[in-house]
């Protein structure tokens, strides 16, 4: 039995148009995912940007630091930790 090798070689090689058509086939959801995560980002970043940004003018409010005392209910000992 007799195989031509250049029959071989067409049906085995891949034309250049079914190449692009391919690897467009791929890129369309994988861009479109990618575009959807970055739409989806940014809405998030800026429907959230006003929970966590604002400025305001107290003159009467101080802030200051101070003590907390951790107490330890097994023993009679005070722990200080300055903040």
């Given at each position: 039995?007799?195989?031509?090798?250049?029959?071989?070689?067409?049906?085995?090689?891949?034309?250049?148009?079914?190449?692009?058509?391919?690897?467009?086939a791929?890129?369309?959801?994988?861009?479109t995912?990618?575009?959807?995560?970055?739409?989806?980002?940014?809405?998030?970043?800026?429907?959230?940007?006003?929970?966590?940004?604002?400025?305001?003018?107290?003159?009467?409010?101080?802030?200051?630091?101070?003590?907390?005392?951790?107490?330890?209910d097994?023993?009679?000992t005070?722990?200080?930790?300055?903040?």
């Amino acid at each position: 039995m007799n195989i031509d090798p250049d029959l071989v070689k067409r049906l085995f090689t891949e034309h250049p148009q079914h190449r692009k058509r391919r690897a467009l086939a791929l890129a369309i959801p994988v861009l479109t995912v990618v575009a959807g995560l970055m739409l989806s980002g940014f809405l998030v970043m800026s429907g959230s940007r006003a929970a966590f940004t604002d400025t305001t003018d107290n003159t009467g409010n101080s802030f200051s630091a101070g003590n907390v005392d951790l107490i330890d209910d097994d023993s009679a000992t005070v722990t200080t930790y300055r903040i």
